[in-house]
Nanobody, 125 residues
Framework: QVRLVESGGGLVQAGGSLRLSCEAS????????MGWFRQAPGKEREFVAA????????YYADSVKGRFTISREKADNTMYLQMNRLKPEDSGVFYC??????????????????WGQGTQVTVSS
């Protein structure tokens, strides 16, 4: 079993930055692809970014490309999402997830097996 805990969310002004962390415990996750998703009020959860098991390949949603950076530190079982130039439309609950599947960079939430509880990000205009 894998337990994922997100942290780092908060309130920030448009144009600002936040760094989200996702710490894993239980079963080691260093062999699994991982991803970040977000859910705005009244909307479905959407893909943000994914990183492969080794950390050398990443993939981003078009809406965040060039502003967000996903990374992972295998030594401490932690994944990060650096978010720069934040916009009000980035607001929502951000979730980290780990996948047991064979796809190296899954973008569908249905390909992920473990989820964190989420951390709120609010970007004010």
């Amino acid at each position: 079993q894998v337990r994922l805990v997100e942290s780092g969310g908060g309130l920030v002004q448009a144009g600002g930055s936040l760094r989200l962390s996702c710490e894993a415990s239980g079963r080691p996750i260093h062999n699994y692809p991982m991803g970040w998703f977000r859910q705005a009020p009244g909307k479905e959860r959407e893909f943000v970014a994914a990183i492969n098991w080794s950390g050398d390949t990443t993939y981003y949603a078009d809406s965040v490309k060039g502003r967000f950076t996903i990374s992972r530190e295998k030594a401490d079982n932690t994944m990060y999402l650096q978010m720069n130039r934040l916009k009000p439309e980035d607001s929502g609950v951000f979730y980290c997830a780990a996948s047991l599947g064979v796809s190296p960079l899954p973008t569908s939430e249905y390909r992920y097996n473990y989820w964190g509880q989420g951390t709120q990000v609010t970007v004010s205009s």
